[in-house]
């Protein structure tokens, strides 16, 4: 087993995780630049408020057990590009289920006028930030 990662590789999944990440952030900003007003207003009579809160929850535990799940039945022994291959199956399906949640909740800001749902997409970007892929956390799930 090499114990070196090929940065090209890293490379790669770095860039499709940025690129998840700035479609998120281009879309906000496209949704908060075409807005004529905010309000900050989380109705409870609005479903769609609920949905959202519920498919971000959902989404991020969602990703991580798939994402575990994925890892988990592989051997310690695999070789380090199989290894590779399987995580960034993984962490692209992870940031997925991630980046819907975050999406929706740009949607029905753009209908509703919400700025919580800004401030919960906000968050799940802090979360997608927070598992950007490097050498030595792709290490630890070695």
Request: net charge negative.
């Amino acid at each position: 087993m090499r114990k070196k990662l090929d940065p090209n590789k890293l490379k790669v999944l770095q860039l499709i995780h940025v690129s998840l990440m700035a479609g998120v952030v281009l879309f906000t900003g496209f949704v908060i630049y075409t807005s004529e007003e905010f309000t900050f207003d989380f109705d409870l009579h609005e479903p769609f408020n609920w949905v959202a809160v519920f498919l971000a929850v959902v989404g991020y535990f969602m990703g991580v057990t798939l994402f575990n799940k994925a890892l988990s039945t592989m051997e310690r022994t695999t070789d380090i590009d199989v290894f590779f291959e399987r995580f960034m199956t993984a962490h692209i399906i992870r940031m997925a289920f991630l980046e819907g949640p975050a999406l929706f909740s740009v949607v029905v800001c753009m209908m509703t006028n919400s700025q919580f749902l800004l401030i919960l997409t906000g968050f799940i970007l802090v979360i997608m930030y927070a598992y950007f892929p490097t050498e030595d956390k792709i290490a630890g799930y070695m």
